[in-house]
Structure formats: structure tokens, C-alpha cells
């Protein structure tokens, strides 16, 4: 087991002392000698005995060195050293003797799991208040640092500390959760998408400590997600398209992008409600919120939680439009609400009027893919109240999450989805069969607008996908970021938070970015990781105003390494120091141009080809290996590396490539060969309700990354193209049947280590079966090899 830990605060002594005379470790009476103290520091932290027995009893369960068990060693009167503090330091974290560490060498052990130690006389008392302060902050090996885990055994409870509490610069869990107000008000948005000629009505469910009944004004976490008030799985499957179909043609065209750039038009709103009367309490309640366990977290340690789902959705009105202007400018008036800059009522009928008397108008927006995406939306309008964004595995442009350089392009394991599909199934209040009537016409209509605009025949970047593309409008944006990303998603691509950091480098805002080996997922449960414990350092400064250094302290960019679990490290940027270039050969990537050609079809026997549709994992899998696909792509694979290589950016491939007719789309693989144990990009469970959120509150699972079984590849990363693209995806360009054009392909971006021994691959191909149309069409493409590479960015 190895902790990873970014957001530890060091503090000097006085601050050390201060903190725990806060926290009730130290008072008045406190011993003077180091051996005594540390005694004392204990007995606080046993919280499940209530006398002098019962301690030296528990203490008989632990290790101060190899041969003597706590309880001998403090009836003796020995003194503590540094080797006796870290033995039992360990224990504290949970870790075990001789299973996770070996006590004959412990310094050396509690180094290499991660555990921050200090040096010192641990015989003064000096030394012993720093060490405890530090154990305090250190991380257990089950996700929590030390005090927070003491908090969720209840440790504040007998403690008399301020509501909040601050320790390392970090909230702590000293609100009973079990007193949470729960509330519903309705935000009126500037918008009327169901044309009903009345401003829609947006619910908000709301979470508050009880606290703020008493004046305590709180900070606000909001999650905008589409998907809190139900999703309609069965309508969505129905609107699913069919993707075996063929490649269409295009007619070539001089389209420009100001052609096709989208120009918002005025709209002409319905009058605000007339205000009837006004409240401090709403009138309805919730029992249980579709909820996100990190909002969880920050619910103990006196933040305020809401949920709002936006237009379209259960209990709110309008209709869905999936990334439009108005569902950013719905998600915004949640904000401008909770800033005091909207207003809300108690229902949606009798206009009582309620504010948000208990914000202290600070907003920071939390949650992953669609949730994400809205969060960096919102980001861009500079709305007031919004101090910071964490987006995870957030869209940037909705084209290339539907789309990708001309082609149609499925988010990785949804063949079939497209905008509108992902409309119908948010569209919650089909849910709520009498109000559905009212809108069902003019949603099914706006439905079948959203089918044309969106243009799944042709695939191209148009005025539909450029309204909801946020990354021309990233400069605009005014509060702090942080970016959260899989490595391996191909759901919501690595492309889609690379474009969003690059955009954000001249932008004056901090801006902190985290990247993991996983697949589409949340990171907040992993014991090596501190995630929890970065982002409550981040949100304490932000949204409380806690002087902690956050922005010096977490790194510019942590990334998780692919080559051993529980392994993080940092870097300045995700950009190469160099490029190296490879030449494509009939069987090997070179580094001398090697002439000829080498021609594939893209078609394949019926038996194969219906065999794939229906099992993408194995054309995955012999997409990679010599077999039935021999002859139906292109596989190429360096030398064995004779030093190790880092990935750090952008591959893109260079290619001089004829189609037998006039039309084509080539897919690139890059991948990593050698036979290995390689981390799963799932994590695995590693202790089921694991990770308690507080004292008496929910818990969430422990996962961590772990070592896969043997295999001989894996994906780095991949990319498409239509060959009538090759410029830019909103003009068409001429394709004549076996006439050589020259394409160039950035391939999504990755942060990949290759030990020696390892071969570089890249396969080209043209059906994705996973992501493109499969038409299964009888087109041979011939690859240039003399004109075409693969480039990779080089890290240090």
C-alpha cells in the first residue's frame, strides 16, 4: 500500500500548537513531558474506552516495537522514540504489523508506504506536538486522514469547537448530519423553452445544516444534473439509431466557419411573475437526493448542498435540449439564486417569494460527465456567486463527443446515442404523466428538429454543434478550475479536458489538473489518493475564505502513473519536450522511409462481420493480433524499446492514403505490446461502505486500482477521420475513387510511461465498430508508406 498525499498544509510549531489546543489535544494541563503527552494524545484518540483500565487494556492490541506489545511498554515507564511513535503511528493509520509493514525497520517502512514523518528528539515535548499534528493530517489506509477518521468515530462530540472548524486549512466533520434541513424552491429562469408564455419554473432541492436556522450563513456546493429526477431508459433505447449503415457521400463544398458559426438571436421573454407574497421557509421537503458522495463529504463539515436538474426535467418546466445556450443559462439562474441575484419561490403556482438568507453567496459546482460539462458551461457565462468549478470528466464541445473530423462518432459503449436520443432519455417530467401533456407536442416536434440539425448523415461541425461547443467562450471565464479526467475514458474522450486546459492557459485563473488511469468515473474513494482531503484544502479557501495556500500547495497537474498501482507524481504541463517520428513500414514502424504500398479492405465476411457487431470485445481484441482481421487493416510495431518512454500529449499520424471509391474514413489505434500485468482500468472494491462521509452519515466504497492478469497489448489511445474532412469538419472536400490524398490526424491525448522491452503499435483501419457507422462496405484503402508517420510527443 502506497498514500499519495498533495493537499497537506505543513504548519509551523505555534500553528500546530494553536490547531490543537482548537481541536481540544492540547490544554492547560497538558504534560510538560513528551512520553506523558503522547500518552495523553492517545487516550483522546481511544474513543471507544472511558477509563484508565479500559485503555491500558486496548493499548495490550498494539505493537510499540517488534517484542513489546503498547500496554507493557507504557506500564514500564519506557520513553517514546521516533522508532516507538512510527510503529504505533502506523497502527493508528491502519496499517498492520507484518502484513503491511515490517516493525524491525519501521522508518524505512512508513517511507516507502508514504506516511510523512518528521526528525527530531522525540523526547522533547517540541517534537512530539509536531509529530502527533502531522499523524493528524497523515492518511489512513482507508481513504480518510487520521482526525477525519477519529471524526467519523466521534471524536467532536464531547469538544467544544466553532461551527465550522478549521485544522491543516481543512473543514472538519463537526456538523450532525442527522439535522440536515432539506428543502425545495422553485428558481425562476430567464428563458420560456416551452413556449407556454410563462418564465419556466426550475426545482432546486436543497440541503442546509441546521445551523443556519440559527444565523451561520454557509457556502453552497451545486450539482447540475440532468440526470437527479429520473432518466427515461426505455424512450431513449427506442430513439437509439441503427449504426449498421453505410458511409454516406458528401457533396464537396467551400463551406466556412463563419457560415455555420452560430449567432444568438433576441429573445422576446414573457413578463417575471407578479410576487404574491414572500417566505424564509420553503413549503416542501425531499426525502432522499440522487446524490454525490463527495457533495456527501462536504455536508459534515458545513457546506450547503443543492441539486437541480435544469429545463425538461421532473417537477421543473420547459423542454430538454441537450448543451444548448438555455440549458447553460437554466443551470445559471440556480447560481445567480443562491447569489442572491434571482428569484425563487415555494411552489410553482402560488408566486411566494423565498430567498437564500442562509448563503454566504459563494458557489462552487461539482459533479462528472454531463454534470461536468454544465459546470464548465456555467463557467463561461462569468455568472456572480461561482467561485470555482470542479469539472470531472466533463464535455468542452459537445461535437466531439457525438462527432469527430466529419464522422459520426459514438461516446465508447453507446453505439447509437446521439444528442436527441440523450434529450428523450433527461427529459424527466415524461415521468410525471400529467404534466407531460402540456408538453408532450411541442417536445416531440422540438425532437424532431433536434434529428436534423444534428445531421447523423453526414457528420459535420455545423451551427447546432457550434452552439454547443464552450471552448470559443473559456476565456471569459472568471473563476478557478479544476479538472478531473480518466485516461482510458472513451466515453467523454481525454480530448475533451485537454482542449479545455490548453484553452485555459491564458486565461488568469488558477487552473488544476488531475488525470487517472480509470475509465468514466469519480476518483473521491480511493485510499492511496487524496482527493477528498485536496479538494476540502481548495473549497475551504475558495468558498470560506481560509487563508491555506490551496492554490501553491496542489500541484499544477497530479497524474496517475500506468506502469505500478497506487503511484501519482506531477508535472508543469501536458505537452511534449520533443517529438520522435516514425516511419510506416509493411510490418514495422522505422525510423528510415521505407517505399511501397500496403492495401486493406474494409470488408469483411458476413460471419465476421455480424460476429463483431454483436461483440465488440473481440474485434477489440483481434484488431490486435494476427488473424481474421490480417488483411483488413494496417499493424505496424516498432523494435522492441531499448529505454523507457513517456508519452506526454498529442500523437498524430501522418498519412498518404487512397480509397477504392469516393468516399472513406480511416480509425487509428495506438498501442503498448508486451506481455505484462497492466492496471485494470476499473478500480476493483476494496472494502464495501469503506469510506465514512462523517459521524453517523453515509459511507461510500473503497476502490483502487490493481495489476490485471498477463496480456500483450493495450490501448494508448485513437482517433478518425473522414476522408472528405481533411481540412476542417464543416467543408466538405473532393474525394476521387483511387486518387492519393494526404490526411493528418490528432489522436487523443494521453500521459503514458512504456518500460523497456516494449513495442510501440498502430493499427489503421476504417470501421470502428465500436464508434463509426458499419456499413461493411466494399472500399479497399492503399496506404503511401513512403508519405506517411507516426509522431509522438515525448515527455522528459
Not at 509493514?101 to 517511507?111: C, G, K, Q, S, T
Not at 500541484?555 to 520533443?578: G, H
Amino acid at each position: 500500500m502506497k498514500i499519495n498525499q498533495f493537499g497537506l498544509k505543513r504548519v509551523s510549531l505555534e500553528e500546530a500548537k494553536k490547531e490543537l489546543e482548537q481541536a481540544g489535544f492540547l490544554t492547560i494541563h497538558s504534560a510538560k513531558d513528551a512520553t506523558k503527552l503522547w500518552f495523553e494524545f492517545l487516550r483522546k484518540s481511544f474513543l471507544t474506552v472511558r477509563d484508565d483500565s479500559g485503555f491500558i487494556n486496548k493499548m495490550g492490541n498494539f505493537l510499540a516495537d517488534e517484542q513489546t506489545d503498547l500496554g507493557t511498554f507504557y506500564q514500564a515507564n519506557s520513553s517514546v522514540t521516533k522508532e516507538v511513535f512510527y510503529t504505533m503511528a502506523l497502527q493508528q493509520l491502519d496499517f498492520e504489523p507484518t502484513i503491511d509493514f515490517e516493525p524491525n525497520n519501521v522508518l524505512a517502512e512508513a517511507e516507502k508506504i508514504g506516511v510523512p514523518m518528521i526528525d527530531g528528539d522525540f523526547s522533547t515535548r517540541e517534537t512530539l506536538i509536531e509529530a502527533w499534528y502531522l499523524l493528524l493530517t497523515s492518511h489512513t489506509k482507508n481513504g480518510l486522514n487520521y482526525l477525519d477518521k477519529l471524526a467519523s468515530e466521534g471524536y467532536y462530540e464531547d469538544k467544544e469547537v466553532s461551527k465550522p472548524f478549521f485544522f491543516n486549512g481543512k473543514a472538519q466533520a463537526v456538523f450532525d448530519t442527522a439535522r440536515l434541513i432539506r428543502e425545495v424552491v422553485y428558481v425562476e429562469a430567464p428563458l420560456d423553452t416551452d413556449k407556454d408564455g410563462k418564465r419556466d419554473l426550475l426545482k432546486l432541492e436543497i440541503l442546509r445544516p441546521a445551523e443556519t436556522e440559527d444565523g451561520l450563513q454557509v457556502p453552497t456546493l451545486f450539482t447540475a444534473s440532468p440526470y437527479s429526477q429520473g432518466v427515461n431508459g426505455p424512450a431513449g433505447e427506442e430513439l437509439t439509431y441503427d449504426v449498421n449503415v453505410p458511409l454516406e457521400r458528401k457533396e464537396p463544398t467551400e463551406t466556412t466557419y463563419e457560415d455555420i458559426r452560430y449567432k444568438p438571436e433576441p429573445v422576446e421573454l414573457p413578463a417575471e411573475r407578479e410576487v404574491k407574497g414572500k417566505a424564509t421557509h420553503a413549503t416542501e421537503t425531499f426525502t432522499r437526493e440522487n446524490n454525490h458522495s463527495l457533495n456527501d463529504f462536504f455536508l459534515a463539515r458545513g457546506f450547503a448542498v443543492v441539486y437541480g436538474s435544469g429545463i425538461g426535467t421532473r417537477d421543473s418546466d420547459g423542454i430538454q435540449t441537450c448543451g444548448s445556450v438555455e440549458q447553460t443559462t437554466a443551470m445559471v439562474a440556480y447560481i445567480e439564486w443562491l447569489a442572491g441575484n434571482r428569484r425563487a419561490f415555494t411552489n410553482r403556482t402560488d408566486n411566494i417569494r423565498i430567498k437564500a438568507w442562509w448563503s454566504n453567496k459563494k458557489v462552487a459546482m461539482t459533479g462528472k460527465s454531463y454534470l461536468g460539462t454544465l459546470a464548465t458551461a456555467c463557467a463561461t457565462r462569468q455568472v456572480e456567486g461561482l467561485e470555482t468549478i470542479i469539472s470531472e470528466a466533463a464535455i468542452s464541445d459537445w461535437y466531439q463527443y457525438y462527432r469527430d473530423n466529419g464522422l459520426v462518432i459514438a461516446p465508447g459503449g453507446f453505439p447509437g446515442e446521439d444528442a436527441d436520443v440523450l434529450a428523450i432519455e433527461t427529459f424527466s417530467k415524461m415521468r410525471n404523466a400529467g404534466d407531460y401533456l402540456h408538453s408532450k407536442k411541442f417536445f416531440l416536434d422540438y425532437l424532431k428538429d433536434m434529428a436534423e440539425w444534428q445531421d447523423r448523415k453526414f457528420g459535420n461541425y455545423n451551427t447546432f454543434w457550434d452552439e454547443r461547443n464552450y471552448l470559443p467562450f473559456i476565456k471569459n471565464i472568471k473563476c478557478d478550475v479544476v479538472m478531473v479526467h480518466g485516461l482510458n475514458d472513451w466515453n467523454v474522450k481525454p480530448r475533451q479536458v485537454a482542449d479545455l486546459w490548453d484553452a485555459l492557459k491564458e486565461v488568469p485563473v488558477a487552473k488544476k489538473l488531475i488525470l487517472h488511469q480509470g475509465q468514466h468515473i469519480y476518483i473521491n474513494n480511493m485510499p492511496s489518493f487524496d482527493f477528498q482531503d485536496m479538494m476540502n484544502l481548495w473549497l475551504s479557501h475558495k468558498l470560506y475564505g481560509i487563508e491555506n495556500n490551496a492554490k501553491d500547495i496542489l500541484p499544477d497537474i497530479v497524474y496517475q502513473k500506468n506502469t505500478a498501482p497506487e503511484t501519482w507524481a506531477t508535472l508543469q504541463d501536458w505537452a511534449p519536450a520533443s517529438e520522435k517520428v516514425y516511419h510506416l513500414g509493411e510490418k514495422s514502424l522505422t525510423n528510415n522511409v521505407e517505399t511501397g504500398h500496403y492495401t486493406f479492405s474494409d470488408q469483411l465476411p458476413k460471419e465476421q462481420y455480424d460476429s463483431y457487431t454483436k461483440n465488440i470485445e473481440l474485434w477489440e481484441k483481434e484488431l490486435k493480433e494476427e488473424g481474421p482481421m490480417d488483411g483488413h487493416r494496417y499493424l505496424a510495431k516498432t523494435e522492441a524499446l531499448e529505454e523507457a518512454v513517456f508519452l506526454n500529449g498529442r500523437p498524430k499520424v501522418r498519412v498518404k492514403v487512397a480509397s477504392s471509391v469516393d468516399l472513406g474514413m480511416l480509425s487509428f489505434e495506438l498501442i503498448d505490446f508486451g506481455t505484462a500485468k497492466r492496471l485494470k482500468p476499473t478500480p476493483d472494491v476494496v472494502a464495501l461502505h469503506g469510506l465514512p462521509l462523517g459521524r453517523n452519515w453515509r459511507e461510500d466504497n473503497l476502490v483502487e486500482f490493481k495489476l490485471g492478469a498477463e496480456d500483450d497489448y493495450k490501448l494508448i489511445s485513437r482517433g478518425h477521420i473522414n476522408l472528405q474532412n481533411r481540412e476542417n469538419a464543416w467543408k466538405n472536400d473532393d474525394l476521387k475513387a483511387n486518387e492519393f490524398v494526404e490526411i493528418e490526424v490528432v489522436l487523443h491525448p494521453t500521459m503514458y510511461h512504456l518500460p523497456s522491452g516494449r513495442q510501440i503499435g498502430l493499427a489503421i483501419y476504417g470501421t470502428d465498430f465500436g464508434m463509426t457507422v458499419r456499413g461493411n462496405q466494399d472500399i479497399d484503402y492503399t496506404i503511401d508508406l513512403a508519405e506517411s508517420q507516426l509522431i509522438l510527443p515525448m515527455g522528459e
